[in-house]
């Protein structure tokens, strides 16, 4: 017999195995000796049949696993979420923005600039006919600024209600602002709708307006900060999340964090470096993402110190990892783009996910003529992890399956192509949330329940 496939981690005093399938297991004393010994010597035979299912250990004459997925004949997959982005025009100018930035991928030229109520009540019966055999479905407002055409906004929450109620089904609602727009009277319908809100915010003044400016080059912090305060006063009915954009420049995490969950009161806060080309001066070098690893790291700490009291913390990037591993994900796309969740531009456009909405060369169909089945399958056979042969030796690509589309077609133009520039920083992020988890599982597992449902991201 011969040692199998599985990243080893010790948390809590304790050993464990994540496998290649998203599956982890405790190991006891017994089975840590029979590993480290793999066929020098005898062992119970019911723990070596136990190991041997779990292809922890692996006979000699036993055959190569199957691949992970069937790239070559793709399940029909029911959607579960539409991005509908309601304008693809903006209020301020962020400079790294992924939709009009300089590496951006959008072409709206001679396209609407605002969605009408045509396209978008199209929308959702185009995705409750797609969903079918789901009861509860999703949709996310989009932007540009997606409160630029609040109007239309209330009125599909009207039209999908009604629709959705008829087929005795639910649709779960949520929209990302830059909250420059926010008023009493839209705080109060989100909230009597239940309507999740994330706020892309970077930080305290100093950071925020360093990139999130309006055309003039005015900061955006003074006019969102009364904002979000009176969202986070007023919105009783869902979490307020926060959505930082790292640059070069911004990256002290740990002052972001303190100021957006404790001075302003956000539920979550969950950070992302910004998607863009290693050579605009915005981008954030490797020195950089070393040091934004070691404040994840520190925060995570935090984390799970919390977690053993039975608490939440906000640190929502330790949260969703949590989830996909409470789930056993393991995934055959990085994300559910082109799968179970599409985007739908003004035009009518259908693309990917919201990211690549408005961009002729990712375009899967229209909204009118349905999606166009060949160009998705070969989005998804690109995607698809068998087809990245870099990761095929990766022990966490259950979990990333080759990193974000989008990431991959900035980085090298092809949307299929592996992250390879994050590969060690993701490797060294799971292996964190792993011992997490693994701390959890023995001191506080009642914890990690709360994942068993959740959404994984």
């Known amino acids: 017999m011969t040692l199998g496939e599985f990243h080893p981690f010790e948390a809590a005093g304790r050993q464990f195995v994540y496998l290649p399938a998203g599956a982890i297991f405790e190991l006891d004393e017994q089975a840590v000796d029979v590993i480290r010994g793999a066929g020098s010597r005898p062992a119970p035979p019911e723990l070596v049949e136990e190991l041997l299912g779990a292809r922890i250990l692996v006979a ?4 190569a696993p199957e691949p992970d997925g069937q790239v070559g004949n793709l399940p029909h997959f029911p959607l579960q979420t539409l991005v509908i982005n309601l304008t693809n025009q903006c209020n301020l100018s962020c400079q790294y923005c ?22 978008a009540s199209a929308s959702v019966d185009f995705l409750l006919v797609q ?78 307006d360093q990139l999130r400016v309006f055309a003039n080059g005015r900061g955006s912090y003074d006019i969102i900060e009364p904002r979000v305060r009176a969202l986070l006063q007023g919105h009783r009915t869902r979490p307020i999340a926060a959505r930082v954009t790292l640059t070069s420049g911004v990256t002290d995490v740990l002052k972001i964090y303190r100021h957006l969950k404790h001075d302003l009161g956000f539920h979550e806060v969950g950070f992302a470096p910004v998607t863009t080309s290693p050579k605009r001066l915005y981008a954030i070098n490797e020195r950089g993402m070393d040091g934004v690893l070691e404040q994840f790291q520190a925060l995570a700490g935090e984390y799970l110190e919390y977690a053993l009291r039975g608490e939440l913390h906000g640190f929502s990037n330790v949260s969703d990892t949590l989830a996909e591993l409470c789930q056993g994900v393991n995934k055959s796309h990085p994300c559910g783009a082109g799968l179970g969740l599409l985007g739908v531009g003004p035009s009518g ?54 990193g ?10 092809d949307t299929g192509h592996p992250n390879l520039h994050y590969c060690d920083w993701i490797r060294q992020w799971t292996e964190t949330c792993l011992k997490i ?19 994984a991201a």
């Open 131 to 208: 969903s079918a055999g789901r009861r509860a479905i999703h949709v996310t407002f989009f932007g540009g600024e997606t409160l630029m055409n609040f109007p239309l906004l209330k009125q599909v929450v009207e039209y999908a209600n009604e629709r959705a109620a008829q087929q005795g089904r639910s649709i779960d609602y949520s929209l990302t602002t830059n909250a420059t727009l926010l008023t009493p009277q839209i705080i109060e319908f989100l909230s009597a709708n239940r309507i999740g809100v994330t706020v892309s915010m970077d930080g305290p003044k100093e950071m925020h």
């Open 98 to 119: 992924y939709e009009f930035g300089e590496d951006k991928v959008a072409t709206p030229e001679g396209k609407p600039k605002f969605m009408d109520f045509a396209t």
């Open 349 to 402: 456009d259908i693309a990917p996910c919201h990211r690549f909405v408005d961009s002729d060369t990712h375009a899967l169909g229209h909204i009118s003529t349905g999606i166009d089945r060949a160009k998705q399958a070969d989005f998804l056979h690109r995607g698809h992890i068998d087809s990245k042969y870099d990761c095929h030796t990766c022990w966490a690509r259950p979990l990333c399956a080759g």
């Open 60 to 63: 000699d004459d036993a055959p």
């Open 437 to 455: 988890y693994g701390a959890l599982s023995v001191r506080n597992p009642g914890f990690l329940e709360q994942f068993a449902e959740r959404k």
């Open 404 to 413: 974000c589309h989008h990431e991959a077609y900035v980085h090298y133009g």
